[in-house]
Nanobody, 122 residues
Framework: QVQLVESGGGLVQAGDSLRVSCRAS???????MGWFRQAPGKERAFVAT???????YYADSVKGRFTISRDNAKNTVYLQMNSLEPEDTAVYYC?????????????????WGQGTQVTVSS
């Protein structure tokens, strides 16, 4: 069983930066990791993914502003968010799976964290 624990959410102003983290249990180096977000009244949406070899892929809405990275020594994946906009307000979820691919769909991730709230004020 893989456990994922997110942290680092909070309230920031538009234009600010924030980094959220997700610590995983188990054999972290073998996982593909992903970040999703769910805004109020909307479905959960893909944000970014990083394969175990460090290759990344982003949603168009965050490309150039957000960066996903991983520290295998700390079993942790990060999402650095710059130039935040009120539209980025959501609960951010971390996900993990053993498939060796850039996974962008919810159904292809096996494990999920509990989420961390990010609120961007205008």
């Amino acid at each position: 069983q893989v456990q994922l624990v997110e942290s680092g959410g909070g309230l920031v102003q538009a234009g600010d930066s924030l980094r959220v983290s997700c610590r995983a249990s188990g054999t972290f180096t073998t996982y593909t990791m992903g970040w999703f977000r769910q805004a109020p009244g909307k479905e959960r949406a893909f944000v970014a993914t990083i394969r175990r070899d460090g290759i990344t892929y982003y949603a168009d809405s965050v490309k150039g502003r957000f960066t996903i990275s991983r520290d295998n020594a700390k079993n942790t994946v990060y999402l650095q968010m710059n130039s935040l906009e009120p539209e980025d307000t959501a609960v951010y979820y971390c996900a993990a799976d053993w498939k060796y691919s850039l996974i962008t769909t919810e159904r292809d991730y096996t494990y999920w964290g509990q989420g961390t709230q990010v609120t961007v004020s205008s």
